[in-house]
């Protein structure tokens, strides 16, 4: 009659089977998080508009600085009426 000792796993038996575990279900939940990422995301992404290569004009930069409180509504139309005064093509 064969004798056995015990079941024949070891301790670095079990830590083995414990680190495979330990992958096998991270590598499950790594997966569906792709898929329900992928999943969501949408069919066009969003188009980003290059900065123009001249920047901002001179009305632009006036009403950023009426946006953010720098100037009144007086003194933002008062220069802003004078820019347009001084466009080119304009008769002053």
Not at 11 to 20: H, S
Not at 27 to 50: D, F, Q, W, Y
């Amino acid at each position: 009659m064969m004798m056995w000792y015990g079941d024949g796993m070891t301790g670095w038996g079990y830590v083995l089977m414990t680190i495979g575990m330990v992958a096998f279900w991270a590598l499950i939940i790594v997966g569906i998080v792709l898929l329900v990422r992928a999943a969501n995301r949408p069919a066009n992404p969003p188009t980003v508009h290059p900065p123009s290569a001249s920047g901002p004009t001179a009305e632009e930069i006036v009403a950023m600085r009426f946006a953010r409180g720098e100037i009144d509504e007086d003194e933002y139309r008062q220069r802003i009426r004078a820019l347009k005064s001084h466009q080119p093509g304009s008769d002053a």
